[in-house]
Nanobody
Framework: QVQLVESGGGLVQAGGSLRLSCAAS????????MGWFRQAPGKEREFVAV????????NYADSVKGRFTISRDNAKNTVYLQMNSLKPEDTAVYYC?????????????????????WGQGTQVTVSS
């Protein structure tokens, strides 16, 4: 059974930065795209960023493009989300998720239903 554990959340002032980590255990996810999603109070969970298993392809929600960077270290079975220039509207619980095992190293998906495994989430709060 795959387990995903997020860390790195916290309270930060607007304009600040945080780096989230997602460590996987149970089996290697080196052939799975990995995504970050977030859910603010009273809102649906939404896509933030995704990285292909090769690490060579990424995609971002328009709201975070240019401010957030997703990366991965397959040797460590870990995915990261570097968040810069944070805004109060970035406040949410952030979840990492593992997508389906794929042959293509460039496969990306932003669809929540395509993700098989989810972490418990880490809170990010941005004060104005």
């Amino acid at each position: 059974q795959v387990q995903l554990v997020e860390s790195g959340g916290g309270l930060v002032q607007a304009g600040g930065s945080l780096r989230l980590s997602c460590a996987a255990s149970g089996r290697t996810l080196s052939r799975n795209p990995m995504g970050w999603f977030r859910q603010a109070p009273g809102k649906e969970r939404e896509f933030v960023a995704v990285i292909s298993w090769s690490g060579g392809n990424t995609n971002y929600a328009d709201s975070v493009k240019g401010r957030f960077t997703i990366s991965r270290d397959n040797a460590k079975n870990t995915v990261y989300l570097q968040m810069n220039s944070l805004k109060p509207e970035d406040t949410a619980v952030y979840y990492c998720a593992a997508g389906p095992t794929t042959y293509s190293g460039s496969y990306l998906t932003s669809g929540l239903r395509e993700y098989d495994y989810w972490g418990q989430g880490t809170q990010v709060t941005v004060s104005s």
